[in-house]
């Protein structure tokens, strides 16, 4: 199995900051990657996938970048609703792998 | 864009067989592009992927949970559903369907999830 890794577990940030979260693939997964955002009480939301693409009215202060076993999902000036927690997962092949999460709270 | 709804008992007794089912509105389940899945989330804890199945029947198991559970595809009535046995209280979770993007294993469109707790 494909173990998913990411940093940190969290974040404290202010609204305009920038934030970077990375995770990690235990092994290649080529750019066979997503990001979910989920708030408190909701399922989570599709952000990217394939690493880099931006799923459909997403804003463009998300973006993802990396391939093979590092991924980072960056957010460039952190709003009041992206307080939340976000999630990576290898596509690459089942068994499918989440990430531990990485809570982004306010500062 | 599909609409997924789960359904079943919030409280379940430890040894027993917890069955949810997922219905789906707004899009045919029989499409053999797409592999409907169940993903859970332990209370305070992160997401868990349990099982994914096309319309044939064609599953795949998260390897832990591999020895109690089945996921079935009801084409007729446009659901899927899921079966986890001999529950514990580890099981107590939400837990959501979900349908990925076409061809693909990103989860775009989910269920709003269900609690399920195990307690005597």
């Known amino acids: 199995d494909i173990q998913m890794t990411q940093s940190p577990s969290s974040v404290s940030a202010y609204v305009g900051d920038r934030v970077i979260i990375t995770c990690r693939a235990s092994?290649?997964?080529?750019?066979?990657l997503a990001w979910y955002q989920q708030k408190p009480g909701k399922a989570p939301k599709l952000l990217i996938y394939t690493a880099s693409s931006l799923q459909s009215d997403v804003p463009s202060r998300f973006s993802g970048s990396g391939s093979g076993t590092d991924f980072t999902l960056t957010i460039s000036s952190l709003q009041p609703e992206d307080f939340a927690t976000y999630y990576c997962q290898q596509t690459s092949n089942f068994p499918l792998t989440f990430g531990g999460g990485t809570k982004v709270e306010l500062k | 864009q599909p609409q997924l709804q789960e359904s079943g008992p919030g409280l379940v007794k430890p040894s027993e067989t917890l069955s949810l089912t997922c219905s789906v509105s707004g899009g045919s389940i029989s499409n053999s592009a797409y592999y409907w899945g169940w993903i859970r989330q332990p209370p305070g804890k992160g997401l868990e992927w349990i099982g994914s199945?096309?319309?044939?029947?064609?599953?795949y198991y998260n390897p832990s949970l591999k020895s109690r559970v089945t996921i079935s595809v009801d084409t007729s009535k446009n659901q899927f559903s899921l079966k986890l046995r001999s529950m514990t209280a580890a099981d107590t979770a939400v837990y959501y369907c979900?349908?990925?993007?076409?061809?693909?294993?990103?989860?775009?469109?989910w269920g709003q999830g269900t609690l399920v707790t195990v307690s005597s």
């Open positions: 092994q290649g997964i080529s750019r066979w």
């Open positions: 979900a349908r990925p993007r076409l061809g693909f294993l990103d989860w775009l469109n």
């Open positions: 199945s096309d319309y044939t029947g064609s599953t």
